[in-house]
């Protein structure tokens, strides 16, 4: 099994920044590959990807997020971080941080809240 434990969510006004954290942990991961990321799920809508990033290669973007957002991990901490800036109303969401290794796996997500 892996336990995912998002951090960093807050309310901030529009054009402000916020920089979520989340922490992988289980013994299923140690020696693996794996693709860590984040999505989100905004009020009456889908959850959406918002980025991912896999232990080698490129990191990918939501459309909506680049230029503003970037993502990184520490792989030897086995955490995933997203540094959110120009944030935009619209960007309010619950953000899951997300682990694929043969499965989904998903944090209990992290409330962000943009103000106009």
């Known amino acids: 099994q892996v336990q995912l434990v998002e951090s960093g969510g807050g309310l901030v006004q529009a054009g402000g920044s916020l920089r979520l954290s989340c922490a992988a942990s289980?013994?299923?991961?140690?020696?693996?590959?794996?693709?860590m990321g984040w999505y989100r799920q905004a009020p009456g809508k889908q959850r959406e990807l918002v980025a991912t990033?896999?232990?080698?290669?490129?990191?990918n973007y939501a459309d909506s997020v680049k230029g503003r957002f970037t993502i990184s991990r520490n792989n030897v901490s086995k955490m995933v971080f997203l540094q959110m800036n120009s944030l935009k109303p619209e960007d309010t969401a619950v953000y899951y941080c997300?682990?694929?290794?043969?499965?989904?796996?998903w944090g209990q997500g992290t409330q962000v809240t943009v103000s106009s």
């Open positions: 997300y682990v694929l290794l043969f499965a989904d796996y």
């Open positions: 289980g013994n299923i991961l140690n020696g693996k590959t794996f693709t």
């Open positions: 990033i896999p232990m080698f290669g490129s990191t």
